[in-house]
């Protein structure tokens, strides 16, 4: 086992040792998808109103000073502010879509896990430990406990008493899918990357699953 090799596995043992203690859970928000949204589209009718209301004062009133040029930087600002995360977010729902329109065209038929009530795309490796790279997934969560459904069809099951926690991993670039690690019983981990977290991570918490974030202390990151 290499050096990095070796932190990994006592990373993870720690993880573990977290989702075992008394250490409470986070609030996951799934909701907060349509907050983005709304607050996104608000500050870019802001900016479009700051902007629309310099042209009118510059050409059809005429109206002239130094102050009136502060008006379009704001207004581009703020139409800036309000489209970024608006974008990033329709983007990754999009590539969500997709991987599951990919990883039905691979299996040939229809996805579905009884008892759930969607279906979250993932990319996953493990949970055993020769398993190696990412392939395309997507987990069902139930009153009968989680499955991960892949090109071959089922490859895990696990009944909520396997479940032990998740533990979300320290995020990357913004339009990348965002890393998460499902403990499981018999010392079993499955890492999954996904563009919606806190949408899995919201399933996770209602089903009665702990959730964590990487670091302890830290404030919960959400899509």
């Not at 700051?50 to 002239?64: C, G, S």
Request: charged share 20%.
């Amino acid at each position: 086992m290499t050096g990095a090799e070796h932190q990994e596995t006592h990373t993870r043992q720690q993880r573990r040792s977290r989702l075992l203690s008394s250490e409470p859970g986070i609030s996951v928000q799934r909701n907060r998808d349509e907050m983005v949204l709304r607050l996104g589209l608000i500050f870019a009718a802001a900016g479009l109103l700051f902007i629309i209301a310099y042209l009118v004062l510059r050409f059809a009133v005429h109206v002239e000073g130094i102050g009136l040029g502060i008006l379009p930087l704001v207004g581009v600002g703020s139409l800036a502010y309000g489209l970024l995360p608006v974008t990033a977010l329709l983007s990754k729902r999009a590539r969500a879509q997709k991987q599951l329109r990919a990883l039905a065209a691979r299996t040939g038929r229809q996805l579905a896990v009884p008892g759930a009530e969607e279906l979250h795309p993932v990319t996953y490796s493990g949970p055993s430990p020769e398993a190696g790279g990412f392939a395309l997934g997507a987990i069902g969560l139930s009153s009968e406990g989680m499955q991960l459904i892949g090109s071959e069809g089922v490859v895990l099951s696990a009944a909520p008493g396997e479940i032990l926690g998740a533990v979300y991993l320290p995020a990357r670039k913004m339009w990348q899918p965002r890393g998460m690690e499902i403990h499981l019983s018999q010392e079993r981990v499955l890492e999954v990357r996904t563009f919606r977290q806190a949408v899995l991570g919201s399933a996770l918490s209602q089903s009665g699953v702990k959730v964590l974030e990487s670091g302890a202390g830290q404030t919960p990151r959400q899509d």
